[in-house]
């Protein structure tokens, strides 16, 4: 990993190690039963308390796998419940590979409503891959209203370069 990935990546965990710390709000608690497979990890203390606050779940079998990469429609999931954004009645995807009866279409129909993705230029969001660091930074940043513009050039080159290409990536 090189020198700008490493700030990329520490940048990202700042933002959301940041946003925890700021929520002022009490939440109610989550029916949290527990990951089967965090226990002694790096993470586990972040990904309990987000469990319980539930901006964050596992997968059916009862693990969490906190070094699987995540999924662009994981990751949308996620930023959803971390920025209380959330849908409605008559909601629209027009991705082709999003259908209504996904587990994320909901979350990717609110993301595209809110203006935070715009998919790729084949009318497809591709939800099953791995979202990149570049990509994810530009998630944040929209979500934020973070002008990339106005960060040390050092932090944001990946994402710059992303942002004037046209994003349509996302």
């Known amino acids: 990993m090189n020198v700008k990935q490493k700030l990329l990546s520490c940048a990202t965990v700042l933002f959301f190690l940041f946003t925890q710390l700021l929520t002022v709000r009490a939440e109610p608690p989550v029916d949290f039963k527990g990951f089967n497979d965090i226990e002694g990890h790096w993470a586990q203390f972040w990904i309990e308390l987000n469990a319980k606050r539930g901006r964050i779940a596992g997968y059916e079998d009862g693990s969490f796998r906190p070094s699987q990469g995540v999924t662009r429609a994981e990751f949308v999931t996620m930023a959803n419940k971390f920025f209380n954004r959330r849908g409605g009645e008559g909601l629209e995807c027009p991705f082709t590979d999003v259908n209504k009866d996904d587990w994320f279409f909901v979350d990717v129909a609110v993301a595209k409503k809110a203006g935070y993705i715009s998919g790729y230029p084949d009318g497809t969001f591709h939800p099953n891959a791995l979202i990149t660091r ?37």
Do not use: Q, S, Y
């Open 134 to 170: 570049e990509e994810a930074a530009v998630i944040l940043c929209r979500l934020i209203n973070f002008d990339p513009e106005h960060m040390p050039i050092i932090l944001n080159l990946p994402i710059r370069t992303v942002f004037h290409r046209g994003l349509t990536v996302m």
